[in-house]
């Protein structure tokens, strides 16, 4: 028996097999093999040392293929040959199993590694297959948890407020968006049999988050069936596969605080899109011209540098966007009838200004528009999928297509200093595609291996690139396309007023937030000029124009707010404008984060948002209606994690310059803020008002 400091863990010989034990402060799990089969046989909470587990209905499973035949092999068709303890000292401990199975009569191997790190709240735990002889069978769906856990447990989820959801469960709310629940703006959860990121345990505060680190992963809680976490594959067991790791992680608290760890997972170990900020962006889609008359794709070489003169002398801009419109007979091949000089012209002198270039792209669903692509390359057409807008047809990503798409994505952001890459059309989410003559033999094979190229594409522009981001429409939302895509937008809410929009985007990102990381979220595009805003929407009082801005100063006012026509658009807008997104990049680093502070959005109550990093930070707060209203500063949600006993420094930023001190206050003391009619409130909290720009 082996002992060592810093982590639990111990390896232990007992009659009939071993025993196998390891863990941190947040977590442990203890592993038996008898008679030559592993299982899991504990899974408790690291804190109140909470035992979870009641049976492990599959420690591992592996689905194979072969000319249509399907067989499935069960942890227990795997024997025990051996083990070891590839690292264990203070700071990790990794173990390794090792087994064996029979495929027609060959030996099949597996590895099964559990790993902890002293620090981390988390374990992991995958299978590694070598390259084995056994040509023409595949490895197409890999189960690496499958644990009952006790009928103590159940799942946690946010409360239902929108009306239609995916099949995966996930709130859709892009359908009817202004048609949701707003009733019980107090509740945030519901409690039962299933969930797709948390559970807890009756009478504890406390519970597991899980997530599958795979870009084709899932991961589900269903009391009756159990904790079951998996990976789509189409590997040739030929080439041998590294399965994505299976996170179980845990927490103490309540639910906020549960929420809140699993998304600090995905944030600190998942996401790609680390600390980019979200630059200040001018769309050419957006802004309404005088007359109501929207710009959408009617743009060109002149109106385009006109308007890089104007964004240079407003001063605040960091993206020229070029929306739909820029291309000509083939996706990403600039038009040369609107830009007779190229796109290096605009990228030069948008350069010359200091502010990079921004792509909408939609390469592979051809939903907006019909390219020759039709004519030129019949062969590499999806015959099942026909766009309603455009009627062309999708382009398969398994044809040679593929690499014209990857040369542009490469010479966006080298060629055109794209910065920015908007990815439309739902690429994402592989149609079925039954041409002979593409690179793929089914439909499983298919989106395996789709996806894959997809992430291909987004590599090559981090690697050529590292500061460029790519976001993509693809509803829904997915956590485990963030190691690709920078950011997923939530839903293309437009058709609405002025305050309205807001208002929806307000309840999209609390709904959103609980189980996705705030910073991967793109909230919308449409912002106060947007035409259908309402007509003549600039001309709107200052005080609507300012409310609504403030109102999504932490996310949708970068991608959105500054989309206005500066031809039109009044001197003094502008200027608030240029102090508001002066003041937010001051403090970016906080608008990365998101915390559930109030009520869920209902435009009857002021609502807010919480942007505090280690006690430091920011509360936003929101009077929606037209009459005056108050509130306490809510200094004791959970998830702002506010030290019991320390007195904060309140300050209010409302005016963005000289901010104002309110004094000093504890947890559980009463504050009363007063607003104005559609008054937005910008309260720091510790945040010294000296800092070095």
Known sequence: MEEFTGLQGYELEIAGGWVFELGNEWITRRVQCISGRIGTTSLAHGASIEEYLEEPVQEFALTLSRDGDTKELSFRDFHYTGHSVPRANETERLLRIDLEAELNGVKLPLSVFYQVRAGQNFMQKWIEIPPVSLPGWVIELVTLEHLKFRDVVEGISPHSRYLQTFPNGEDNVHAQPDKVDAGSPASRFDYGDRSRALVTRWGVNEGFFFFMSHILGSEEFDRSNGLLMRQKEYTPLTEGLKTGAAVIGAYSGPAEIGFKRYREYLEQNWCVVGDKPLPVMWNTWLITQSYNRPVESDYDRNMVLDYLNRMERAGFYDTLHLDLGWESSWPMAPNPDKFPNGLDEIARRACDFGIDMSFWVNPFSSSYWMSDIEDEHPEWLNPDKISGRSSAHAICPMTDYFDYVKRRFVELVTRYNARHIYWDGGDWNIPRCSAETHDHKNQHELEVRAAKRLAELTSAVHEARPDASVTAFSLPFDNHRLPALDRQQVSDTHSFPTGKSELIQRQQMYQMTFEHPYRAIWGSWYGVNWQEAGENSLSKPLNELIH???????????????????AQAKPEFVEFLRLMFEWRKRFEHYFAVYQHILGFPDGEHID?????????????????????KSTSLPLDEPELEISVGHKYEITDWSRFKSPRTLGKIKVGDKLELDFAPLEVKIIGVDVPTLIDR
């Open 548 to 566: 609504a801005e403030m109102s999504m100063i932490g996310n949708g006012a970068s991608q959105a707010g500054a989309s206005i026509d500066l």
């Open 608 to 628: 807010g948002e919480g942007h505090i990093i280690d006690g430091k930070g920011f509360i936003i707060l929101i009077n929606p209606t037209n009459q005056e």
